[in-house]
């Protein structure tokens, strides 16, 4: 869950394919994370094999009487709370991928699940919210800013909070792994059969989306998988070398297609790690000169005005100031 008070240096991060697979390769992961739009059965059949569900939704206070599923004090799986703000991103992930059995990885992240091998939740979660590579690894993808209110005494304004949990199978039951939750919570078990743990996951998931009003946008979905791309090119090799060259232009489409989106992801990614403070100086300043800031200032001033009166006219609070 996002906040501005104890992040300890954390800084929020967004609900975005190509940070989430960024952050899977610095922790040296042969895994990424795609976009889930649908739960039914051909989306989720085309990113087979899947190994968790990260699900974002806008967090709101409710009693433990309306919680779907069963606290498991004795979870035997891996299992960190969330003990700073800013962190659930991170944390959904390390509890996701602390699950995968004989899953590869790099040294920092190899050593960090042995350290915290047996500790109980609280203390894994300090251990993990205090390991500076891992805080500079979530932060490396968060915009840069160096505009700071403080000592403004602006008016503190309540914003929506949203939290990341991570949905996987293990031990034959389909779990929630929420690090502000004191246990994991057992959503009953599933078939190995058909689509196996997933079906049972939808079922989870859907019946919390629908306890939003309906058409909210308040929640995405994120698949964590298997890196596809080897696969797809060692296919490609052997299908050139047998002649098959009906199938090799197949599958060249979904290369291409996989290429495209990680040079997306890149290209995007390198946009978040830019600061971009000095453009926008720069605009205005050139602005300014032209004679053209004045009226810029003042019709931002009117459209905020209208987005103010619009939000009080729906019930909503935006401030003026």
Known sequence: MSGEDDTNGWQ?????????SELLKTLGVPLIVDDLYSLDSESLASLQPLHALIFLFKWVSTSSDSMSGNYDPEFPGFFAHQVVNNACATIAVINALGNIPSLKSGPQLAQLM???????????????????????????????????????????????????????????????LDGLKPHAVRHGSYNETGEGWLSR????????????????LDFSLLALRDD????????????????????????VVKL???????NRWNF???????????LVHALLV?????????PAKE?????????????KSKGGAMDES
């Open 299 to 311: 019709n931002a001033k009117s459209v905020m005005k209208e987005r103010i009166a619009r939000a």
């Open 256 to 262: 291409e297609s996989e290429t495209s989106k990680r």
């Open 228 to 251: 596809p791309l080897p696969l797809l090119q060692a296919e490609l090799a052997k299908l050139q070398t047998a002649g098959k060259q009906a199938e090799a232009a197949e599958l």
């Open 12 to 20: 929020l991060t967004e609900s975005d394919p190509g940070v989430f």
């Open 114 to 176: 042995e350290f915290t091998n047996n500790m109980d939740p609280q203390t894994r979660g300090l251990v993990v919210t205090s390991s500076d590579w891992l805080r500079e690894a979530h932060n490396s993808l968060s915009p840069p800013s160096a505009i700071s209110l403080d000592g403004l005494e602006l008016p503190r304004q309540t914003e929506d909070a949203y939290h990341f949990v991570v949905y996987l199978p293990s031990m034959g039951f389909v779990y929630e």
């Open 201 to 216: 996951a939808r079922e989870v998931i859907e019946n919390r989306i629908a306890t939003y009003p309906p058409g909210a």
């Open 268 to 278: 995007e990614n390198s946009i978040r790690r830019h600061n971009h403070v000095g």
């Open 286 to 294: 050139t602005l300014a000169k032209a004679g053209r800031l004045e």
